[in-house]
């Protein structure tokens, strides 16, 4: 560290331990290691997880850096992943969407009155293009499965069933992502029956396009391909199941284009946001997932389907047995049944239906368009104007904020919550107003260098407390070296409540709460 780095601190005006101190989650302990994301998590004047639920989880992991505070007040936000539509749809939606929906939909991809116009296209026409997809994508794994197999030198029976591997005309579920262990590639073959069933129904056939790569290093990866590949061999299952090696682009553009449905396994809560199942949504491909990463909030009840009820075990075993039990219900008693659902003319009206409610109210807000607007609008314009601010008169700013973090930080041992009186506990009426009243000390500090924070919400039986929500307490007078600061509490729920009492640094030009990490807690 000293040989890089000596020179950077000496510019920087930082004593070494003071430097290395930046760099750990508990600053003081000399005997924990320098961390890198530490560092960055603790000078970045913002910081974002890539969906709802991973920003949830990025939170709980970084909670030791802010002791005390609850999960949800922790300064972390998130903006979810999108993907670049143009990229992955197919030539024939493509031209589809522009007869239907006019040259808009690609220069404001992220415009949710252009989607609208989706339920102008008719059944037949978006059905029949997103035939045409099914169809290409079927030819091309035929054509790689024989490369593949040409390769390992196969018997001239085995280059026929590729050539007859897979149907065009039945529901075809894509699966096409790296084959990391949590992502759980074979969770169906835990109940390989059923799978079998599924297959090879006579009167409701389904076929499963696999793709994808293991890290070189991951073993357990490499296994569920292995397990994929020989279950489908050895149950005689190959024209049905089937398994493309040599992932890349154009077999993933291949795969979300002509999937009928996009299968998405994760162990929950480990997605942090996926994008494999955004793409087959410009194509009229319907997700299959469970309420994990993006799905999470990206789920509705008439565009696709939820693996479960985003339960969370701490038993993995336990949780893939239920997960994939959930799943093949799901296969058996909907989705397969309403893709088979015909009229007299032949179309699958009420899947078509589905189809366009996916297109309608998901493509927009899981594109790249809508993803770059909120980091401009949220992070980029703000830290761009806050940067402006800072540097005016030679940093004036800039040197004043440090200086005064500097005083806060050398009297911060002096804050403290001398005493708390409230009515706060026990049940409480909904919409109920509850006083309180805080006192503190604040040793040479102001009220003006402070804010006192409640934090309050229903209690969990554990004690802690669930969905929190905060209110800034007022300043009302000083006493005998006490200030005194009151506030009403509104009970948003009927319950048991509980409540926290902090005192935390303010000054206007910090851009995220908390990110001094001092909180001083009754």
Request: hydrophobic residues 40%; aromatic residues 8%.
């Amino acid at each position: 560290m000293q040989k890089y780095f000596t020179t950077m601190v000496k510019d920087l005006g930082l004593e070494w331990n003071e430097f290395m101190g930046k760099g750990r989650v508990h600053p003081a302990n000399q005997a924990e290691p320098f961390n890198v994301a530490a560092l960055a998590l603790r000078h970045a004047p913002r910081r974002n997880a890539v969906s709802r639920l991973h920003r949830r989880v990025t939170a709980h992991m970084l909670a030791e850096g802010w002791p005390g505070l609850p999960d949800s007040e922790i300064p972390v936000d998130s903006i979810t992943n999108g993907v670049h539509m143009r990229g992955w749809v197919s030539m024939e939606m493509a031209e589809l969407l522009d007869r239907y929906l006019g040259v808009r939909w690609q220069r404001d991809v992220s415009d949710p009155s252009v989607w609208d116009r989706i339920r102008a296209i008719p059944d037949e026409e978006l059905w029949r293009t997103h035939e045409r997809q099914r169809e290409r994508l079927v030819a091309f794994a035929r054509r790689m499965l024989r490369q593949q197999l040409t390769r390992l030198h196969a018997s001239p029976q085995e280059l026929k069933c590729a050539d007859e591997a897979l149907r065009t005309d039945i529901l075809t579920v894509g699966f096409a992502r790296r084959f990391a262990t949590y992502k759980r590639a074979t969770l169906l073959l835990r109940e390989p029956e059923r799978l079998k069933a599924l297959l090879l129904n006579e009167r409701m056939p389904v076929q499963i396009v696999f793709s994808g790569k293991a890290h070189p290093r991951d073993d357990a990866g490499k296994a569920f391909i292995r397990d994929l590949v020989q279950f489908a061999k050895q149950e005689g299952l190959t024209r049905r199941l089937v398994f493309l090696e040599d992932y890349d682009l154009e077999k993933a553009r291949m795969l979300v284009r002509g999937a009928d449905v996009w299968l998405n396994t994760p162990r929950r809560p480990l997605e942090a946001s996926g994008t494999s199942g955004m793409k087959v949504l410009v194509n009229g491909g319907l997700n299959v997932s469970v309420l994990d990463g993006w799905w999470a909030e990206g789920f509705r009840q008439d565009a696709g389907w939820a693996v479960g009820d985003g339960e969370e075990y701490d038993d993995f075993e336990y949780q893939d047995r239920i997960d994939a039990a959930s799943l093949f219900s799901l296969l058996e008693n909907r989705v397969v049944p309403l893709f088979y659902q015909r009229g007299e003319d032949g179309l699958p009206r009420e899947w078509i239906a589905w189809m366009k409610s996916s297109m309608r109210h998901l493509t927009a807000p899981f594109s790249t368009a809508r993803m770059v607007k909120d980091y401009t609008e949220r992070y980029y314009v703000p830290a761009t104007l806050q940067h402006g601010k800072m540097t005016a008169d030679e940093c004036k700013r800039a040197r004043e904020l440090a200086a005064w973090k500097q005083k806060v930080r050398n009297a911060w041992s002096q804050v403290q919550v001398a005493t708390v009186t409230s009515d706060l506990g026990g049940d409480v009426a909904v919409g109920g107003k509850l006083p309180l009243e805080v006192t503190v000390r604040l040793g040479p500090l102001t009220p003006d260098d402070v804010q006192v924070i409640v934090y309050y919400g229903t209690l969990r039986p554990d004690g802690s407390i669930s969905g929190g929500r905060h209110q800034v307490l007022t300043w009302s007078g000083v006493a005998d070296g006490l200030h005194q600061y009151r506030g009403d509490i509104s009970a948003s729920s009927a319950g048991s409540h509980g409540f926290q009492v902090a005192v935390v640094p303010h000054q206007d030009d910090i851009l995220v709460p908390h990110e001094m990490s001092l909180m001083a807690w009754e």
